[in-house]
T-cell receptor
């Protein structure tokens, strides 16, 4: 099993550009989530999904969209990138929505200029 | 609302010294607490959870509901323990993380 795979690992965007961060897991996990990690702020939840077709907002959802059309994939879309979205993004999954052990991807380092 | 507080950004100790990483939480329900660790150039991973009452890599953590704390302890720190440690609280369908404590263990 590859576990949780995130692409790309690094990305530089200009203000106003849009892009999609990809996340895929091959463990048949129902629960998937996106976090951003900022210095001094820890990990903050952006969006999460408890199953295919179901998504919900986390603590810092503004400026991001998600969808969950399949169990395996949970892409994160930045609609119009802003410098405040410069961060490291982590995708994580767990077997159920009861937040058992979370499995994390390796992260995407995003810079918005 | 649920909240996790890790008061120390950085904890620096010498090898062989005891370590205690503090974590306090605020939650109206019955809490489920975890410690996650991120070693340099590795993925964030679960270290331990309170319901398991286990010791992982010599670390233990006891849930103290009276003091709303879940401090992580190790009697003798090793250099390989150097990492970022996050305390996390499970709420309804979400996991809230603290801001993290960087542990540096010097030889």
């Amino acid at each position: 099993n590859a576990g949780v795979t995130q692409t790309p690992k690094f990305q530089v965007l200009k203000t106003g550009q849009s892009m999609t961060l990809q996340c895929a897991q091959d463990m048949n996990h129902e629960y998937m989530s996106w976090y951003r990690q900022d210095p001094g702020m820890g990990l903050r939840l952006i969006h999460y999904s408890v199953g295919a077709g179901i998504t919900d907002q986390g603590e810092v959802p503004n400026g991001y969209n998600v969808s969950r059309s399949t169990t395996e994939d949970f892409p994160l879309r930045l609609l119009s990138a802003a410098p405040s979205q410069t961060s490291v993004y982590f995708c994580a999954s767990s077997r159920t929505g009861n937040n058992e052990k979370l499995f994390f991807g390796s992260g995407t380092q995003l810079s918005v200029l | 609302a649920q909240r996790v507080t890790q008061p120390e950004k950085l904890l620096s100790v010498f090898k062989g010294a005891p370590v205690e990483l503090k974590c306090n939480y605020s939650y109206s329900g019955s809490p489920e607490l975890f410690w996650y660790v991120q070693y340099s150039r590795q993925r964030l991973q679960l270290l331990l959870r309170h319901i398991s009452r286990e010791s992982i890599k010599g670390f233990t953590a006891d849930l103290n509901k009276g003091e709303t704390s879940f401090h992580l302890k190790k009697p003798f720190a090793q250099e390989e323990d150097s990492a970022m440690y996050y305390c996390a609280l499970r709420g309804y369908s979400t996991l809230t993380f603290g801001k993290g404590t960087m542990l540096l263990v010097s030889p």
